[in-house]
């Protein structure tokens, strides 16, 4: 083999004894940490994300680097796929104005809530979801589950965040052109709290996008790699994602890869008002 390789004998033996470079060893160090936070991810990080939460431990490498060895290790995030959406217009209730087209974005919490309704397909049959997220954080602040597409599913969900988040009159609730939102029960929920009541455009799914972007994540990242017996499997894993992960865990690249709650309390710590969220 040496005289293939044109090399000494003694040269051959004495690569044998080096062993690995530092720079191997390092390598092979940064990969097992890589693998264990792609892992607590569930597997939906790529390399951006994986890369925020190695510099928010401490680590030095950069993104390329990451994409690098999660290329060569085999570790990428889970394969997105499209899902549509459904929204029932054809109704005689009352259309309120869109208003978000008229700003440029919340610029604390409370300020501008999201509203909207998907289905989660389980062996019996579809199971709904309206859920409520706030416009300044990306976090979930009501949600509900249900077998029907009836107005007490998003009441429920509206509920939810009014009792969590307690936010003061002049909110603006923003939704698509739906029954369920231009009810009168629902309506009178917000007129009880002040509430500003926005709504899309016919046919425009860019008005409600970063509602839209939390289902496509949720089905992405979660409902496409499940097959739910019941619909209480799938509440029960729906229920973990939201708040364990999705609120708490999750980097958004829209927060500066922050977690909805991490941004919120960044947000109250520069006021001064440093408190449990």
């Given amino acids: 083999m040496c005289i293939v390789l044109e090399v000494s004998r003694s040269g051959f033996y004495a690569w044998l004894k080096r062993g690995q470079s530092p720079r191997t060893k390092e390598n092979d160090r940064l990969l097992t940490e890589i693998t264990e936070i792609h892992k607590n991810s569930r597997g939906t990080y790529g390399a951006p994300r994986t890369h925020a939460e190695l510099k928010a431990q401490g680590e030095g490498c950069s993104k390329n680097r990451v994409a690098r060895l999660m290329k060569g290790a085999g570790i990428r995030s889970k394969t997105r796929r499209k899902f549509r959406n459904t929204t029932d217009s054809s109704h005689k209730n009352p259309i309120a104005p869109n208003i978000l087209k008229e700003r440029s974005g919340a610029s604390s919490p409370n300020e501008i809530w999201a509203a909207d309704i998907t289905y989660i397909p389980t062996n019996e049959g579809w199971l709904y979801l309206a859920s ?20 007490i599913l998003v009441v429920d969900a509206l509920k939810m965040a009014i009792g969590l988040r307690k936010p003061p009159p002049g909110l603006i609730h923003h939704s698509d052109r739906g029954s369920q939102y231009a009810s009168i029960e629902y309506r009178d ?12 455009r016919k046919g425009n799914c860019y008005d409600n996008a970063t509602k839209e972007s939390f289902f496509h994540t949720l089905k992405t990242e979660l409902v496409a790699h499940e097959d739910y017996l019941t619909r209480d499997d799938a509440r029960t894993s729906i229920f973990e994602y939201i708040e364990a992960f999705y609120n708490r865990q999750r980097r958004h690249s829209s927060l500066n890869y922050l977690s909805p709650r991490e941004f919120e309390l960044k947000f109250l710590a520069a006021l001064g008002e440093i408190k449990a969220a």
């Fill in 132 to 151: 409520i997220i706030d416009m300044f954080s990306r976090r979930i602040v009501g949600w509900s589950m249900g077998p029907t597409l009836k107005t």
């Fill in 189 to 200: 929920l917000l007129d009880e709290h002040g509430f500003v009541c926005s709504m899309s």
